[in-house]
């Protein structure tokens, strides 16, 4: 708990630069771009892994911008060297006999797909945990037909754990996930030099 405390006491002023990307707290300079991607149910869709109806994708963003909008901590924005913001992440920490973090991330400007800025972030949110708050792993999933997410973490040096299906509370549907794991020993020897 007191570590938990810590990481959240350390995230606000966090933040880096790559040779794509810059990595900082996420801050309510951000919600207007972030409700405008949110607008996108492609976006949506490929964010939460889910391929419901036009409504309940819309009623998905509302909710997860609802939880952005109160609570931005442990939320990263992602700015281009220019200062564009293009995206963002999320971690959620969770300690038990060893300190995990959940991830997820969104590019939402959809030029800039596809040429290593998504990836680059990721790294970047990989070294931010297993560095500063000293996690033991970092886990994700991902939509089983979102092989583009699959193949950027791969890069980052994620490993596939497994399938499973996800049910969503709003409509009822389930859609296969893919679950995605790092630990700290893999971590050293995908990303360190
Ligand atoms: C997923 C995401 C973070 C990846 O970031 P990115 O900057 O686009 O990723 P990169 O350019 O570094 O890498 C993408 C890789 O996927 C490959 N790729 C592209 N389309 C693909 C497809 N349909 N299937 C498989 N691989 C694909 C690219 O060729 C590239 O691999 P390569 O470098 O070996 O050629 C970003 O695209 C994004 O946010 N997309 C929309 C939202 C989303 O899907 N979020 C993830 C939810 S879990």
Redesign the pocket.
Known sequence: MLKLLESMKKSPSYVASGQKVVVRQLGRQDLKRIKRWFANLE?VS??F?LQGDASTLQRIADDYYREIFWWQKNALAIDTLSGECI?FMKYTIREDHEMHAKV????GERP?????????A?QMLLRYLFENLKVDRVE????EF???????FE?CGFRKLGAFAEVNHHDGRSAQKIWMSMDRAEYERVCLP
């Open positions: 976006l490929l964010a892994g995206g997820g991330i969104l590019i800039y797909w596809e040429h290593g800025y998504g990836t680059e990721m994700l999933d991902t939509a979102n092989t583009r997410a699959q193949r950027s890069k």
